[in-house]
T-cell receptor
């Protein structure tokens, strides 16, 4: 069964550094999402992407964040200047329509 | 936007007993309600979902019920087993009808099944 994949599984970075989190959505899916989960808390929506553009974004998704689909398979989340409070698990998800499947996540630790 | 409330936050049951987790939502236009199971350090895994054109859906030991009038939906797990121990999240569309499908999640229920 196809699955969403993400790399890296764990990223450690210094405050102020840029990070890029990578995702490969399920191949026939049209909608892509990034969510984050701070340890012990609920999953929070960041951004959705459809037809090569952002369709919705939350208030968390400020100017420090950007997303890109650089080729036909990858979907990336970039954080330009990381802050301590960006430490969280970042999940990519994809869907044909409303049913979303999540990747295994990237644990981002900002020191 | 959508607001999803989930109860209880923790639930302990004896193996073999049933577990029920309840969620309410605020936007009457919402029409899709998934449930995810998340084991420690793992991805949220879709276990069952329901759409607003049905009131109940069942898959083996798991069932979901939906009451659109009251704007609540519930997850029922029967004959619980230790491997059911996990955090369960309900969700609803953040912007129903807007042509995008992002979800608003509840705060989660930590289910512990005691052998």
């Amino acid at each position: 069964e196809p699955e969403v994949t993400q790399t890296p599984s764990h990223q450690v970075t210094q405050m102020g550094q840029e990070v890029i989190l990578r995702c490969v959505p399920i191949s026939n899916h049209l909608y892509f999402y990034w969510y984050r989960q701070i340890l012990g808390q609920k999953v929070e929506f960041l951004v959705s992407f459809y037809n090569n553009e952002i369709s919705e974004k939350s208030e968390i998704f400020d100017d420090q964040f950007s997303v890109e689909r650089p080729d036909g398979s990858n979907f990336t989340l970039k954080i330009r200047s990381t802050k301590l409070e960006d430490s969280a698990m970042y999940f990519c998800a994809s869907s044909e329509l409303d049913t979303q499947y999540f990747g295994p996540g990237t644990r981002l630790t900002v020191l | 936007g959508e607001n999803v409330e989930q109860h209880p936050s923790t639930l302990s049951v004896q193996e073999g007993d049933s577990a029920v987790i309840k969620c309410t939502y605020s936007d009457s236009a919402s029409n899709y309600f998934p449930w995810y199971k998340q084991e420690l350090g793992k991805r949220p895994q879709l276990i069952i979902d329901i759409r607003s054109n049905v009131g109940e859906k069942k898959d083996q030991r798991i069932a979901v019920t939906l009451n659109k009038t009251a704007k609540h939906f519930s997850l029922h797990i029967t004959e619980t087993q230790p491997e059911d121990s996990a955090v369960y999240f309900c969700a609803a569309p953040s912007s129903p009808g807007a042509g995008s499908y992002q979800l608003t999640f509840g705060k989660g229920t930590k289910l512990s099944v005691i052998p």
